[in-house]
């Protein structure tokens, strides 16, 4: 890794709950560097500490520090795994202009899994920086050293807010370090660690340490004039050799209400590197959750409307009116709300919001919600717990079926556009049986949208007039789509009988043409006898010839004689311009 992090303290990460912290960690200094003869012979190749977390105590987050003279080295082990720096700190001495270093990692895994015991770190090598760079020794500013910085939670600690501030800031003179992101409501209990590197236990020239113009110390470990003296408050250490691991109590040097503090180091003589400072506060929080309810939606529209829940459990502290809402669909916002009231320790508001979903969004997505989130991804309220502000919800928008357009039915005219028709499963061609269903036919618009009056035998339907549009209703689960066809009628061959017997008994007694009649309105139909005579003319109106002549040469009453006749039958229409032409015998 090649990344150099700037050298002044500034917050790296924030917990909230029921947190708290602890250091662990050793010297690599065999003793004070206060000599210069073989000072590179002074530091171990490895050093050793130990983890004791009570049984109430769950190891929440683990943080490795390593620092010492020269540039760095950014790969050690810890327990004999190696760890790898992720980041590194620098800091050039103004005055001598030698660099120092401070590098880190995150073994929560690794610690995580190892759990309370001895933790070893070797392989931290700054011999050569030593050799080739004699200034360290002679300024007696050869170290090196390493720190667990410990997050734990505890069901038996109260709500608290633990800042972990961090960089490589250096003393003489004197340095000021304002902590900020703080939530204190209550000073009981409040304390502040540092991890701080080549302090001198014999070098107490002008040395202080304030909180607020407060003078801190924790005699005999840590005098007020001698904060930094190779000590480690938590074993009661005074032989850590440059460099010190101390947590002092700060209750009632900070008021409830403060949203930051004020660190002043000062030293006459004595270099000291502050690398982390970590701060423990009681911290009243509320917690925003929210869920999605229910979402109300209609036929074929991309406007939704969202009903959700936020609530406040779990929590210490009432969440504020105002607390936005966001909601993302594949990380594109498309909506937003706030809270309207204030929403108090274990309460709930439940809430709406109307959304357009975008035309790019497929009908099938996710809705995301994410409460107290600006709608830039960015928080707006210290909570309890930041990781649980998200909700999701699976949508399909609903659709109508798709239905597509059915050609025209044609049946045989039966007389004045009359006919009959089978349509009974003419309806499943036009949509898609395995996501859509049909529901009935009917003769009307209003019929099939209020699925009344069905027609009941589609497969044998009287239509008395055409063109007659028949609907039918195709529905889905949300949503349903009238479709429609037409029934149309043409102008069918004729179908012509060729014998007549005009006896009166009921069969056969006039020439009869089935498909003809109020069919083809036009038509005209000629009867001649065998001789070529015309015998008898019909049409639309006189359609049937029963034996009558209009030749008064014939049989009394102008009854034909019996024998073989012919008929010349013009239909009078487009489609049949030819006429039909054939014989029939009559008898009586």
């Known amino acids: 890794m090649g990344k150099m992090y700037g050298q002044n303290v500034g917050l790296y990460q924030q917990y909230n709950g029921r947190y708290d912290f602890t250091f662990v960690g050793n010297t690599l200094n065999l003793g004070e560097n206060n000599t210069t003869a073989g000072c590179e012979n002074l530091i171990a190749a490895a050093s050793s500490a130990t983890l004791t977390l009570a049984g109430t105590q769950q190891l929440h987050q683990a943080f490795l520090y390593w620092a010492g003279s020269g540039t760095g080295d950014t790969s050690v082990s810890l327990n004999n795994q190696t760890v790898t720096a992720t980041r590194l700190f620098s800091n050039i ?23 309370n015991g001895i933790y070893t770190l070797a392989d931290l090598d700054i011999s050569n920086e030593l050799i080739t760079q004699p200034g360290y020794c002679l300024n007696r500013t050869n170290f090196a050293g390493w720190a667990l910085v410990i997050v734990y ?27 900020t992101n703080l939530n204190v409501v209550d000073n009981v209990g409040a304390k502040i660690g540092f991890v701080a590197w080549e302090g001198d236990s014999n070098l107490a020239v002008n040395e202080s340490l304030r909180i607020n113009g407060n003078l801190l110390s924790n005699p005999p470990l840590n005098p007020a004039t001698n904060a930094f003296n190779g000590t480690n408050s938590i074993t009661g250490s005074s032989t850590m050799y440059n460099m010190d691991l101390d947590i002092y109590s700060i209750q009632n040097n900070i008021q409830i209400g403060d949203t930051s503090a004020l660190i002043q180091l000062t030293s006459g003589q004595d270099m000291v590197l502050m690398n982390v400072i970590v701060t423990t506060f009681n911290s009243q ?6 869920q999605i309810d229910s979402v109300d939606q209609s036929c074929d529209s991309r406007d939704i409307t969202v009903h959700y829940t936020v609530s406040n459990p779990n929590a210490t502290d009432p969440l504020p009116a105002q607390t936005p809402i966001a909601f993302y669909i594949g990380g594109t916002l ?7 009231t204030i929403i108090p320790v274990n309460g709930s508001e439940t809430g709406q919001v109307t959304l357009t979903i975008p035309t790019t969004v497929p009908d099938t997505f996710t809705l995301d919600a994410q409460v107290d989130d600006n709608g830039l991804g960015q928080s707006t309220v210290i909570e309890l717990i930041e990781n649980n502000n998200a909700a999701s919800f699976s949508i399909s928008l609903w659709t109508s079926p798709v239905v597509q357009t059915l050609a025209p039915l044609v049946s045989c005219n039966q007389g004045f556009t009359s006919g009959q028709f089978d349509f009974f499963d003419y309806a499943n061609t036009a949509f ?10 009917y003769e009307s618009v209003s019929d099939a949208t209020n699925q009344v009056n069905a027609i009941l035998t589609p497969e044998n339907y009287w239509a008395n007039a055409t063109p007659k549009t028949i609907y039918f209703r195709i529905d889905n689960t949300h949503c349903y789509t009238i479709g429609s066809f037409e029934l149309q009628t043409k102008n069918c061959p004729p179908t012509i009988y060729n014998y ?7 069969a056969n007694d006039t020439f009869h043409i089935d498909g003809l009649y109020n069919i083809f309105t036009h038509f005209t139909l000629e009867i001649y006898n065998r001789w070529g005579h015309l015998v008898w003319t019909g049409n639309n109106n006189l359609p049937e010839w029963d034996g009558f002549s209009i030749d ?34 009559f008898t009586f």
């Open 285 to 290: 929080l509320p917690d925003a959750v929210i």
């Open 552 to 585: 008064k040469n014939t049989i009394s009453n102008y009854i034909s004689p019996k024998g073989t006749y012919y008929y010349v039958l013009k239909l009078n229409d487009d489609g049949y311009p030819e006429p039909y032409v054939g014989w029939l015998y």
């Open 334 to 340: 498309v909506g937003q709300a706030q809270t309207q």
């Open 153 to 179: 939670s505890d069901p038996t600690l109260p709500i608290n807010q633990v800042n972990i501030y961090d960089g490589l800031q250096s003393i003489p003179s004197s340095i000021n370090i304002n902590l």
């Open 93 to 115: 001495n103004s005055s001598s202009g030698l660099p120092y270093f401070s590098a880190f990692a995150d073994v929560t895994a690794l610690l995580q899994t190892t759990g």
């Open 500 to 506: 007549v017997s005009g006896n009166g008994d009921g």
């Open 432 to 441: 898609d049986a395995s996501s859509a269903q049909f529901s009935g036919y």
